[in-house]
């Protein structure tokens, strides 16, 4: 999938409705008509409250969630009904838990091997070859983790920290026309998620990645990426370019966008 005009986006979302339980007493609108151009380059930051449709946003951009009205376009290209696998070859993904997107009984080599294949027909053995394992250990050297020492290590007897640097590693290794981070960080200790916001920082700067990355905390908010959203019943309730973030601080933040009624929210 390649787009022949640089202007056209590489997110799309058109008019997309999602309603969870639709007809009964529990109905509940996630997403409420939204609309979303993302550019080439943009790494949008995306906060709100609990319920906003932050979460629902991301799997309906990666195919886990299918709309109930409006379209979903990848570089101009209508996914809206390609399945969660074929979208893969597209869109890298890291969780919240840093139990998700690596395989725990798989090596380090191992899964950056599997990573290396995403989108391609053949098996991961063909990836563990000399070259390759030199490559894989380049890449995690960088980050300081010793991960480049220990690539025959069980990925389930990582640290959390560690952990969340080589999912974030697989997702980004074939330079995906879109990173998906769903609150990434979230489920780590003040020092370690600095860690890895450092290195999500890195990556999306070294490899050009457009990303969307959804976070609970303020600081991340007005200190990463260039551009803001700020989403609340199902709408985009606030849209911030770089300029107009420039100089920007959790209080600016939480005054502009106090309509919402979970504030101790907002300060985590």
């Given at each position: 999938m390649s787009s022949t005009n640089p202007s056209t986006p590489v997110l799309q979302l058109d008019g997309v409705c999602v309603t969870f339980y639709p007809g009964t007493p529990n109905a509940r609108t996630a997403l409420d008509n939204f609309n979303l151009s993302l550019?080439?380059?943009?790494?949008?930051?995306?906060?709100?409250?609990?319920?906003?449709?932050?979460?629902?946003?991301?799997?309906?951009?990666?195919?886990?969630?299918?709309?109930?009205?409006?379209?979903?376009?990848?570089?101009?290209?209508?996914?809206?009904?390609?399945?969660?696998?074929?979208?893969?070859?597209?869109?890298?993904?890291?969780?919240?838990?840093?139990?998700?997107g690596t395989a725990p009984a798989l090596s380090i080599e191992e899964n950056l091997a599997l990573a290396s294949r995403r989108g391609l027909r053949r098996g991961f053995s063909l990836a563990l070859n000399g070259d390759n394992r030199r490559r894989f250990s380049d890449i995690l050297k960088p980050f300081g983790l010793g991960l480049d020492t220990r690539m025959g290590a069980q990925a389930g007897r990582l640290s959390g920290g560690q952990r969340q640097v080589l999912a974030l590693l697989m997702a980004s290794m074939r330079k995906p026309r879109l990173l998906l981070l769903d609150e990434h960080t979230a489920a780590l200790d003040p020092g370690t998620a600095e860690l890895v916001m450092q290195a999500t920082r890195r990556i999306i700067e070294e490899d050009e990645l457009s990303a969307l990355m959804i976070t609970h905390n303020m600081q991340q908010a007005v200190d990463v990426g260039n551009r803001l959203l700020a989403l609340n019943a199902g709408r985009i309730h606030l849209d911030l370019d770089s300029q107009a973030k420039a100089g920007l601080t959790v209080d600016d933040l939480i005054q502009r966008f106090g309509t919402l009624s979970d504030r101790q929210l907002l300060h985590a």
């Open positions: 550019h080439n380059g943009e790494f949008t930051v995306v906060i709100g409250s609990n319920g906003a449709g932050k979460s629902t946003m991301l799997n309906v951009i990666s195919g886990a969630v299918a709309p109930d009205r409006g379209k979903v376009f990848l570089e101009g290209k209508d996914v809206t009904q390609m399945p969660v696998h074929k979208r893969a070859a597209y869109i890298g993904r890291v969780f919240q838990d840093p139990m998700l």
